[in-house]
């Protein structure tokens, strides 16, 4: 009996070892979808797959390093495929702790590149290069993702090249190209957003306007990017991201 409690014990430790050995990356593809193309043969409508680069890889495979590991040298950790979608984050891909290196690969040439912080869960948010116009070159944020963007926040993200102004509950925050910003739902919830991007000719102009709601246990993120659609009638979008927080280990 006394060996088979041990055994338990040891299962436990080497499982609680393990959670915090690794943490979690997930990727956020902003942009807008192609447009749905198709032609007609023998009588019969058939969809064409959208132009390459028109939006992200389907399918990538994530290759995790240690950057300890790079520099000497060393192998990588674990591969895994990740299925990536416009406006929905991924699945979690585990990486290890300390500072790490995410290399993205499209049928075996790579894609993206990743450098993560030493700790904690990351949101990546990824979105075209517009100078180079489509997919084939992204560029990437990367956020907390962990307990510490907790239930009842509301994080405003701009990934497009003008600064971003919330207006929400009597407040006004201005967001920088490349930053972000927190706010309390208790703060927010329930009342009118408006969003506008300031426009160096014509000053702020408003793109965005609706009710900020978000359930119970919940948070949100809200990005705001550059349109890169076909003649979009509004050069600034907003992707809405709202989901249950996780909730924080203790240590036993």
């Known amino acids: 009996m006394a060996t088979i409690c041990w055994l338990l014990c040891l299962a436990v430790a080497l499982g609680q070892e393990e959670v915090e050995r690794t943490r979690k990356l997930r990727i956020l ?38 950057a300890e590991e790079e520099g000497e040298g060393g192998g990588e950790v674990e591969s895994q495929e990740l299925r990536l979608r416009l406006k929905s984050a991924s699945a979690p891909l585990a990486v290890p702790k300390g500072p790490a290196l995410v290399r993205l690969a499209e049928e075996g040439a790579p894609w993206h590149q990743l450098t993560l912080p030493e700790g904690g869960d ?17 560029r990437s944020l990367l956020l907390t993702d962990g307990p510490g963007f907790a239930a009842g ?19 006004e925050i201005q967001v920088k190209p490349g930053e972000s910003e927190v706010l309390r739902a208790d703060e927010v919830d329930g009342v009118k957003m408006q969003l506008a991007y300031k426009d160096a000719r014509r000053g702020w102009r408003r793109f965005y306007s609706a009710s900020l709601s978000q359930g119970k246990g919940q948070r949100s993120t809200i990005v705001a990017y550059r349109a890169d659609g076909e003649k979009p009638r509004q050069p600034v979008k907003v992707v809405m991201h709202r989901e249950t927080a996780p909730v924080a280990r203790e240590n036993p």
């Open 153 to 171: 926040m509301v994080r405003f993200v701009n990934v497009c090249p003008a600064e971003v102004a919330v207006k929400v509950a009597g407040r």
């Open 29 to 66: 593809p902003v942009g807008d979808a192609p447009p749905f193309r198709q032609e007609i043969r023998d009588g019969v409508r058939y969809e064409l797959d959208a132009p390459k680069g028109s939006e992200p890889p389907y399918l990538v495979e994530a290759s995790v390093q240690s």
């Open 122 to 138: 990351v949101l990546a948010v990824l979105w075209r290069d517009p100078q180079e116009g489509d997919w084939g070159k992204a």
